[in-house]
């Protein structure tokens, strides 16, 4: 299928109130291209200089998202336009965000990543830190960040009750919190998007389902 009637036929799954982050990692500008020509306009990456090099070259109206693991050092180089960044879980990383954007005279958009899954290999805070964060004042020192909700990555399985239950524990976690500023629960991919928003998403974040598999 193409890539618009990719596009076209999530939308009309999600509905109005989900964002769909279409996640092009690894595609050709060409085919990011055909995605913002059938109206996509926010797309997630998670290389820095990939990224870079995308914004660069692609239309300025377009909504980058950084869904990867940001190293400290390379903040950076997507401050200046960086619309949201999903993967923040330390401290250090928050500092040098906050520094960046200020130097940019922004403040950037943020989603606390939150370590749903137990599987070792992927990235995020739990819940009892996550808590002491949002408990604390320690966000409110980061005058050029705004917090804007919570990122989860469930377990890379099939199994819809561990999935089911991975997505419902962070969505009672963001119901606990959200506020006007917390609002933003990304969670879901292309294999289990649709659970996700059962379980209370509202953006989600696609690449092979619109673009197709990656090598
Ligand atoms: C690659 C990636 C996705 C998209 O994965 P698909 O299975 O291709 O939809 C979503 N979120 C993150 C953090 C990713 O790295």
Same mark, same amino acid.
């Given at each position: ?10 939308? /009309? ?8 982050? /279409? ?5 050709? =500008? ?77 403040? @950037? ?19 009892? =830190? /996550? ?13 050029? @960040? ?7 990555? /469930?377990?890379?399985?099939? *199994? ?5 239950? =991975? ?7 963001? *119901?606990?919190? =959200? ?24 953006? @989600?974040?696609?690449?092979? *389902? ?6």
């Amino acid at each position: 299928m193409s890539i618009k009637k990719q596009i076209n036929l999530i939308k /009309a799954q999600i509905g109005k109130n989900v964002c769909l982050v /279409a996640v092009s990692k690894t595609k050709t =500008e060409l085919k990011i291209k055909e995605a913002y020509d059938s109206g996509q306009r926010v797309f997630g990456e998670n290389k820095v200089q990939e990224l870079v090099s995308k914004q660069n070259n692609l239309p300025k109206d377009i909504n980058w998202h950084m869904i990867g693991h940001l190293q400290r050092n390379k903040v950076k180089y997507i401050a200046p336009f960086i619309k949201l960044i999903h993967g923040v879980d330390n401290m250090k990383l928050l500092r040098e965000i906050d520094k960046q954007a200020r130097k940019n005279e922004r403040v @950037i958009d943020c989603l606390i990543q939150i370590k749903i899954s137990n599987e070792e290999s992927k990235f995020g805070i739990d819940y009892k =830190e /996550a808590n002491e964060w949002l408990k604390t004042d320690l966000l409110l020192n980061f005058k050029n @960040i705004r917090i804007t909700g919570f990122m989860g990555m /469930a377990s890379n399985t099939n *199994n819809e009750l561990i999935l089911s239950k =991975e997505f419902s524990t962070l969505n009672n976690f963001f *119901n606990m919190h =959200e506020n006007t500023n917390l609002k933003t629960l990304s969670m879901g991919m292309s294999n289990d998007y649709l659970l996700a928003i059962k379980n209370g998403s509202n953006m @989600i974040r696609v690449g092979s *389902n619109i673009f197709g598999a990656r090598k």
